[in-house]
Nanobody
Framework: QVQLVESGGGLVQAGGSLRLSCAAS????????LGWFRQAPGKERELVAA????????YYTESVNGRFTISRDNAKNTVDLQMNSLKPEDTAVYYC???????????????????WGQGTQVTVSS
């Protein structure tokens, strides 16, 4: 069982930056693929950024590529999402997610994720 707790959301003006952090419980952190999802009102949850189990590969959805950076620290059991040049359309609830240990599913596939945090609100004002 993996428990995830996000922090760092808030209100920011367009063009600003926020850093989200997710702390995970358990001893299997280095065996997990990790991702950040978001869900805006009336829209489906989408995978924003993901990091492979090895940490060597990353995925970004096109709309955030070049603005967001996902990073993991296996020693601290944390995964962060640095968000720069924020836009009003980035407004959503952001969720940290993790796969099961040694999951065979691709890290860039939504269906590979099994564990979810409670979500943190990010609001970007224009």
């Amino acid at each position: 069982q993996v428990q995830l707790v996000e922090s760092g959301g808030g209100l920011v003006q367009a063009g600003g930056s926020l850093r989200l952090s997710c702390a995970a419980s358990g001893r299997t952190f280095s065996t997990l693929s990790l991702g950040w999802f978001r869900q805006a009102p009336g829209k489906e949850r989408e995978l924003v950024a993901a990091n492979s189990r090895s940490g060597e590969s990353t995925y970004y959805t096109e709309s955030v590529n070049g603005r967001f950076t996902i990073s993991r620290d296996n020693a601290k059991n944390t995964v962060d999402l640095q968000m720069n040049s924020l836009k009003p359309e980035d407004t959503a609830v952001y969720y940290c997610a993790a796969s099961g240990p040694y999951s065979s599913g691709p890290y860039y596939n939504t269906n590979s994720y099994k564990y979810w945090g409670q979500g943190t609100q990010v609001t970007v004002s224009s």
